[in-house]
């Protein structure tokens, strides 16, 4: 069975997917080969649909689109604004960012043509894009903060989704998970590296807050009550968490359950530890010294 990840940084680490895609791609046996990538997510900074983190990326989307065309990989546009009004909808940027991307499909050579997608959240917008831009596959985010099972489970019977992602804390919710339909299974992308407190009862307001700043509102910064919040994002942390799923439990306890779909976060973080994501998830411990070599051997990265 393919494990399909799904990973952070369609405009923030254009420079190291371009680094790191011919070498997925030319030295497969450097990777697990049961190891697929199902999409790379992200959106430009300053985009008014944008959400979840604040954006960054500057990367020219032509570019981008070009980079997932060749290499056969779908891209999605994180647009997760949970706070969009009906004003919102015309908004420049977004809506050209949709007409690049709806019909540049790619192609793979196993699965044929490869669609593009939209994370999304608002109800409004999903409606929207349904109508105008019908092309685009969609993902419930995680930004809805889906801790109750029962909300999950109505979310992913949704036919207008095609992935749901839950919270993080329903990641171990084994009985219930394993109980989902074989139709539901396939719907599922577990959010992997969480390095959010486990008992945050504020996870919603952080990710508002988000999306007040992509509006361009005044508004002042969530303060994040983590007792490691003074740490930052550190994936030994993140490893520790009750919620985190490790690459053990990919191959032993999730796909054999059925499960194909894993999103790894970290759009706000830097190339060196999405580097490190792509070591621990996807390279053999054998090849990995290898893969850090050929990416931080390439001059033009600024990898910190």
């Known amino acids: 069975m393919s494990i399909f990840y799904h990973l952070p940084g369609l405009f923030e680490f254009y420079e190291l997917y371009k680094a790191f895609l011919p ?12 190891c697929k990538i199902g999409s790379i997510y ?52 977004s809506n050209a960012l ?20 939209i994370i999304i959240h608002s109800d409004l917008l999903l409606n929207y894009i349904k109508a105008k831009y019908p092309n685009f596959y969609f993902v419930s985010s995680t930004t809805k903060v889906l801790t109750d099972f029962k909300q999950f489970e109505e979310e992913l019977n949704r036919n207008e989704f095609r992935y749901v992602v839950p919270d993080f804390r329903l990641n171990k919710q084994f009985t219930k998970l394993n109980a989902l339909s074989d139709a539901q299974k396939q719907k599922v992308e577990f959010l992997c590296n969480e390095c959010c407190f486990f008992g945050c009862p504020e996870r919603k307001k952080c990710y508002e807050n988000v999306s007040q700043k992509s509006l361009g509102e005044n508004c002042e910064d969530h303060i994040c009550a983590s007792p490691n919040a003074q740490r930052g994002y550190r994936f030994s942390d993140a490893m520790k968490n009750p919620g985190f799923i490790g690459i053990e439990d990919i191959q032993n306890v999730y796909a054999p359950a059925g499960f194909r779909h894993f999103k790894i976060e970290g759009r706000s973080l830097g190339s060196a530890i999405i580097l490190e994501f792509l070591l621990y998830y996807m390279t053999k411990p054998e090849h990995q010294l290898k893969v850090r070599e050929e990416i931080y051997l390439d001059s033009s990265l600024d990898l910190f």
């Not at 056969?72 to 969009?84: D, E, M, V």
């Not at 949709?98 to 997608?117: K, L």
């Open 23 to 34: 070498l997925f791609r030319e030295h497969r046996e450097y990777f697990y080969d049961w």
């Open 42 to 93: 992200g959106a430009p900074n300053d985009c008014l649909w944008g959400g979840g983190r604040v954006g960054f990326g500057d990367a020219n989307p032509h570019d981008v689109a070009a980079l997932m065309k060749e290499f056969g990989i779908s891209a999605r546009l994180t647009f997760s604004n949970s706070l969009l009004r009906e004003e919102h909808l015309s908004d420049k940027k």
């Open 98 to 117: 949709c007409a690049m991307f709806e019909n540049n499909w790619a192609n793979d050579a196993v699965y044929g043509a490869v669609q593009n997608g």
